[in-house]
């Protein structure tokens, strides 16, 4: 898997009072072979993949306070070696990422990763902000009709907000993500943290900011995406 150099420091949502029951989720690598004299040993380039997987997300899927590696991204990738050989996965996550920085950066990571298969992972620093749902929602339609032109499949990952945020906010909020995705065709997930943010005793799969979960949550959050993620991949991408 390849993290991308600027996936550091951020946050989803620092310094948001959280409810004890309801937390924010807040080039081709292939090269061609030089001929060589008969006599002399030739190499052989690496096959290209047969999926590449592009994730463009948020702090929730950047590994933000985690180590490397121990995130829900990293822990797919693990997985899909063994079981999907022939796919690459690209994290492309950047922590307190929004909607619009996702969509402002989506065009030239399509130009240089050429995906088959692209997950967004964004809106939750949206609701933080306090953002509009207009725009929220056009910015992830907007991501989701740039990867298709690009010929990638779309899957989005939905996120909830806690009811202080007021009864209609946090209902438009959550439905929101299943009006894109059946709109631009696109797979969907429909709450990342479920079984994490709303767990009986949440306070034990976060980290000391109560808002990020910790390392032994995101073996929980992959058991979240897994069974929408597999069988989306082994669809044929339009490029494959």
């Not at 996702?102 to 065009?107: I, K």
């Not at 725009?135 to 499949?153: C, E, S, V």
């Amino acid at each position: 898997m390849r993290l991308q150099p600027w996936q550091r420091a951020g946050c989803v949502g620092v310094g948001v009072s959280v409810d004890r029951r309801h937390f924010i989720l807040l080039g081709l690598a292939g090269a061609a072979g030089m001929a060589c004299a008969a006599s002399t040993p030739t190499t052989t380039a690496a096959p290209s993949p047969k999926r590449r997987l592009l994730v463009v997300g948020d702090s929730l899927s950047a590994e933000y306070g985690l180590r490397r590696g121990s995130g829900w991204v990293a822990l797919a990738d693990q997985r899909l070696k063994a079981e999907l050989p022939g796919t690459e996965v690209v994290n492309a996550s950047i922590s307190g990422d929004t909607t619009s920085g996702g969509r402002s950066r989506l065009a030239a990571l399509l130009a240089q990763h050429r995906p088959t298969h692209v997950v967004i992972e964004l809106g939750g620093n949206d609701a933080l902000r306090g953002l509009p749902l207009e725009m929220t929602r056009a910015n992830l339609a907007a991501m989701a009709q740039q990867a298709k032109a690009a010929g990638a499949k779309v899957m989005l990952i939905g996120m909830q907000v806690p009811p202080n945020y007021g009864p209609g906010y946090t209902r438009d909020f959550q439905a929101l993500f299943p009006q894109v995705a059946k709109q631009e065709s696109a797979a969907l997930l429909p709450f990342l943290l479920a079984g994490v943010a709303d767990d009986a005793d949440p306070m034990r799969w976060f980290q000391a900011d109560r808002i990020h979960p910790n390392e032994a949550a995101h073996p929980r959050i992959l058991a979240n995406v897994w069974p929408v993620l597999l069988p989306w991949l082994k669809q044929p991408g339009a490029k494959g």
